[in-house]
């Protein structure tokens, strides 16, 4: 309690206490890391989990965003299965320009989006059963496409999933570039434009949102359609990091991301959350499952495990700052509200 009003008298807000937790939970693990294992310390570990999990990272972006808005998308993980499965498909079998295939999956990724967003927006689903029915819908496609294994074997795509760019004490690969590029157009969306800060106060409050005059139901649909289009680059991103297409890829993927960003601060109940603490959600989930494979002798559950711990951690914490905020809150002037909610 004593910590929780120190932070907010040195005006230390909601969002960065969640921050700073994601921060020091990934400093501990990469610690504990270092100081067991030998050659753990290093930039390398870094890149090796970019590597392994920038896929998932550009999800959790889009995801974050979803979360921020009061929402959930369970269709990501299908939605890579699909638009996987469609470009190794046209690719391998039609032969069609890659140009071509790309430009098809951002499009196939962005219109799934928007239909998640119309039934939400316009005709009152709840995100849950929206986006599980496009989950559904999506991952029947892909068997109507193929039930093999499709391998890509396309120069262009192939030269993709060997390139390197080196640097001081490591390398990282065309995933990563990628990654980054998106963690900082969703910083710079979220943080610095009228869109990103309308997500911000539907997820705190839709109905302030629309008495502010915010049109709450088109920004919705715009955020799910963001979300379908980020995971399709995170599909091209999947696609030149494995090279081979089947059906039940990625089917997790959607609580992983919805777990990287719990993890990296964002509430569950909307209206708070960080990109980068996302990224440090992702690098957690990445290290936990690396310290495992380093220490080589305990089973592949204790990732799942120990995740599971960290999230409900950080859903109690999440809990308790929802309760400190309500409870400083009673009584307060409306206009001194507005100002807290301002600055959050």
């Known amino acids: 309690m004593r910590l929780f009003k120190t932070l907010r008298k040195h005006h230390f807000n909601t969002e960065h206490i969640t921050l700073w937790a994601a921060v020091i939970v990934f400093a501990a693990f990469f610690t504990f890391g270092s100081i067991r294992y030998k050659n753990f310390f290093a930039i390398q570990t870094i890149c090796n989990i970019l590597m392994d999990n920038s896929h998932l990272l550009i999800v959790a972006l889009g995801e974050t965003l979803v979360l921020v808005s009061g929402g ?3 269709s990501v993980g299908a939605l890579i299965a699909f638009n996987f499965t469609a470009s190794a498909y046209m690719l391998t079998e039609l032969n069609l320009p890659l140009p071509v295939v790309v430009a098809v999956v951002l499009a196939v990724g962005a219109l799934v989006g928007f239909l998640n967003g119309y039934l939400i927006s316009y005709k009152g689903f709840q995100p849950f059963i929206a986006t599980l029915a496009t989950q559904f819908l999506t991952r029947g496609a892909c068997y109507m496409i193929s039930t093999d294994t499709i391998v890509i074997s396309h120069p262009a795509v192939l030269k993709l999933s060997i390139f390197k760019l080196r640097m001081p004490g490591g390398y990282v690969t065309f995933g990563v ?7 900082v157009l969703f910083y710079i969306l979220t943080k610095k434009t009228k ?4 997500v911000y106060a539907i997820g705190g409050n839709e109905v302030s949102a629309k008495m502010l005059g915010i049109p709450v139901k088109r920004t ?8 379908g289009f980020t995971t399709s680059i995170a599909s091209l991103v999947f696609a030149v990091y494995i090279l081979s297409s089947y059906g039940l890829h990625a089917q997790s993927l959607h609580l992983d991301a919805v777990s990287a960003a719990v993890i990296g601060g964002t509430l569950t109940t909307g ?4 990109v980068i603490g996302t990224l440090f959600g992702v690098l957690t989930t990445g290290v936990i499952q690396t310290i495992i494979t380093f220490q080589g002798t305990l089973t592949s559950g204790w990732p799942k495990i120990t995740t599971a711990a960290l999230l409900l951690s950080f859903i109690l914490l999440q809990r308790f700052i929802i309760w400190q905020r309500n409870r400083n809150r009673k009584g307060k002037p409306v206009k001194m509200l507005q100002k807290e909610a301002a600055s959050e």
């Open 195 to 198: 869109f990103g800060r309308n």
């Open 72 to 74: 959930i998308d369970l």
């Open 271 to 274: 209206g708070i959350g960080n």
């Open 220 to 227: 919705r649909m715009y955020v799910y359609a963001v979300s």
């Open 177 to 183: 570039l990628v990654a980054l590029v998106m963690l």
